[in-house]
DNA sequence: TAAGGTACTCACCTTTTGGTAAGTTGTGGT
DNA sequence: ACCACAACTTACCAAAAGGTGAGTACCTTA
């Protein structure tokens, strides 16, 4: 296998060069990053990892926000996050209950990444469902 | 509503600001972007997106690539990219048959979004998984 | 002659994911 | 006295995702 040789009917500037070892990484069956990539492109972690991108905002505020989401995916997805370290849970010992989530540090590190993502979906969605080339 | 009040507690360059508009596009229950993040996001869809941003490879290649997919899914998955102006499939009408996919511009402006993601993923996973801050 | 590669599809079944509705706890409002 | 609120959990059920194994057509290699 000669690594060198690329397709050439492909501009040289579209080309996503993958870094050192990431192949070898990611395709073999249940390794790490797939575990991890589930976690964080699943259907509602993305959402919410949004939502938080743009701060602190406590479970009512969350499940309005995600549209359609149910109280126990939200619970789950949450639970999933901050375990993850990627959400940082603060409960309030108030009546009635009252709790914060935020993003840790890893959190926002991903948000940054997913952020640009999301937004390129929004911009494309309609082509893209369209047909449209 | 006030959204110039960010959590105190963050550090300012660690947010992330979601562009004009990204919030009520993507929150909306069933508007396209989900459906779009979904089709990405999807377990094996970002597998496929990361080989083919290696470039041009045919369908034994991606089977054995992307590791433990099934055919069925692999063939699902093609044509979801497919569809979504993606991926691009080239039938040689040869014997025995090969079939050769590649990306699209649009593809390759996505898998340049999505290798960092990943990257990040594989950076990040055993510490992750190991419950390490 | 028989097996194997190639790129699939199809039918069937299991596993995972996700939704619904109810229950919980303690307080404040009417 | 009773309902609502907040942040959940639990049990049960439906839907979606995904796996398995077979079949297909034709050629090449052993």
């Not at 575990?35 to 939502?51: E, R, Y």
């Amino acid at each position: 296998m000669d690594a060198t040789v690329w397709p050439a009917s492909l501009p040289e500037d579209l080309r996503a060069h993958l870094p050192e070892g990431l192949a070898d990484g990611v395709f073999p069956a249940g390794c790490p990053s797939r575990t991890v990539l589930d976690h964080i492109t699943s259907k509602w972690g993305v959402l919410i990892l949004l939502a938080l991108s743009e701060g602190e905002q406590r479970w009512s505020e969350l499940r309005r926000r995600a549209e359609g989401i149910s109280e126990k995916m939200l619970a789950q997805t949450l639970k999933t996050l901050e375990r993850d370290g990627l959400v940082l849970r603060k409960a309030q010992p108030v009546i009635p209950p009252r709790v914060d989530y935020s993003l840790t540090q890893r959190g926002y590190e991903l948000s940054g990444l997913l952020v640009p993502l999301v937004t390129w979906a929004y911009n494309n969605a309609d082509d893209i469902l369209n047909g449209e080339r």
